[in-house]
């Protein structure tokens, strides 16, 4: 089966600059990933998506990166601000229908 | 913020009791999908619900159990509650789309529930 996994607990970041988060897949057959935020006390927003037949695909401030020859992937957000402070998740459909695997996700802290 | 929501908040429970949730779809949406998250843990997958059946279910005991009504709504119970399910209990919607494939999940803020 698949599993989800990101390669740093935490991020510290200044204000303005740019963040970098990272994700690492298991299931070479995966075709699709998704980004989730999630502030405290909510349930996760989603954020963007990318489909395996596609390398990048950029959003709002928010760029993904897919790289299946080393099954990673990774979210960058542009000038990163105070309402960015959240955990971010990355997901990839699981073996049963309707199944997202998530990680554990990374905690992204910005300082003002 | 998305169209998905539950009920209650918030909720306190005894060992050995029951519960049910409830979450209502986003308009549009035809499935929906119960995770479990523990704290400090990424959610992790219960059952689906797709025309009123249950479609795919992850690890969990039969005690989880669900429904899904005709406007799309569901419920999960949880019978016999044990200490360890204690967590923030999620729902999400999307649609199916052609060839089972499922389209993207919009959460609900969930339902925290604590087992004493």
């Known amino acids: 089966g698949e599993s989800v996994g990101l390669h740093l607990p935490t991020l510290s970041v200044q204000e303005g600059d740019n963040s970098i988060i990272n994700c690492a897949y298991s299931?070479?057959?995966?075709?699709?990933f998704i980004w989730y935020k999630q502030e405290s006390g909510k349930g996760p927003q989603f954020i963007i998506d990318?489909?395996?037949?596609?390398d990048k695909r950029q959003g709002q401030r928010v760029t993904v990166l897919l790289n299946k020859t080393v099954k990673h992937l990774s979210l960058q957000i542009a000038a990163t601000q105070p309402g960015d402070s959240a955990v971010y998740f990355c997901?990839?459909?699981?073996?049963?229908?309707?199944?997202?695997?998530f990680g554990k996700g990374t905690k992204l802290s910005v300082k003002p | 913020e998305t169209g998905v929501t539950q009920s209650p908040t918030h909720l306190i429970k005894t060992r050995g009791q029951q519960v049910t949730l409830r979450c209502s779809s986003q308009?549009?949406?035809?499935?929906v999908s119960w995770y479990q998250q523990a704290l400090g843990q990424g959610p992790q997958f219960i059952f689906q619900?797709?025309?009123?059946?249950?479609?795919g279910r992850g690890n969990f005991p039969p005690r989880f159990s669900g429904l899904q009504f005709p406007n799309y709504s569901s419920e999960l119970n949880v019978n016999a509650l044990e200490l360890d399910d204690s967590a923030l209990y999620l729902c999400?919607?999307?649609?199916?789309?052609?060839?089972?494939?499922?389209?993207?999940?919009?959460f609900g803020p969930g339902t925290r529930l604590t087992v004493l």
């Open positions: 997901a990839a459909p699981g073996g049963s229908q309707g199944n997202l695997i």
């Open positions: 999400a919607s999307s649609r199916q789309l052609a060839g089972g494939l499922a389209d993207t999940q919009y």
């Open positions: 299931n070479s057959a995966s075709d699709y």
């Open positions: 308009s549009g949406h035809n499935t």
């Open positions: 990318i489909r395996s037949n596609m």
């Open positions: 619900y797709y025309r009123e059946e249950e479609n």
